[in-house]
């Protein structure tokens, strides 16, 4: 039998659809209402962890999961479900994949149609993750998201539609394993990935996404004496406006880490391009290239790296090596 805990942290999959047709978080939390049909193969207790729409997620609380868990493994469960709300599952996700220790399956899932709606997913979503939590293949997988008869890896997942089931996508790399009929298959295996263990998080680490006619604006704002790191969704293959470069330069100057990913959904950031503001000369400036995590995943690395302490070349190597 296999002890699986549940932490419901809110999100839709914990809410209900009022008179008026709008979404609300519900008092009492649907899924707890429900008994779990596994007969004596897994038994799932659970526990009200919080009742945040995921937009209320902040990496304090993302921090204080990541010790429930801890504390969890401790008392000897084989398996932890997270219930979530969708909007910011990914980054919640990776933040425990890349803190904690891996050594029992951690899945994610939430639901894009709350409890009392005509084909509400919650429910389901809920069964197929304890299901991915239970199973003996997910060991060594790091943290999971389970949505819509998929599993995929935290590291890469995202959301891409705003209400459809169908959501929750892997782009360039796809799922790494199926739910089917309640039988959990994995058919990739993840590769290496470093652990950084964290006791506290740190705070003003930015997002900037960049755009054609940018210009140094924005960055200026940024420059700080308290802000802590910068990551920048660039242009294409990872290209930035000529405009952005002298402020960029100053924000390098004073050492506060920038980080460089591509606002493409798909593809990886690299030095291809050796033109006033391409790949080659952001590189040689001292920008890091953070390859495979789209921009929130790429905030979340920084964070969590410079929350671990890590600076320099070896924040460097945290970051530019996601895909190896
Ligand atoms: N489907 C959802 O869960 C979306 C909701 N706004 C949330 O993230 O809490």
Redesign the pocket.
Known sequence: MKHILALHT????SMTQNEAGNIEPSAHNPLLQTDQPFNDEISVTAEDFSNL???HMTPKVMLKLHDRILKAEAEGIDGVVVTH?????EETAYFLDLTLPNTIPVVLT???RSANEIGSDGLYNFQSAIRAAASDEAYGMGVLVVMNDEVHTARYVTKTQTTNVATFRTPTFGPIGLISKGKVRFFQKLLHQEVCPIDHVVDHVFLLKAYAGMDGEQFELLDRPDTNGLVIEALGAGNLPPATLPAIQKMLDRHIPIVLVSRCPNGIAQDIYDYEGGGVELKKMGITFCQGLNGQKARIKLLVGLSGGKQGDELKHFLDNAVS
Do not use: N, R, V
Not at 85 to 89: N, P, Q, S, V
């Open positions: 809110g999100g839709t999959i729409p995921s937009p709300g969708t909007d910011t599952l939430g639901a894009m």
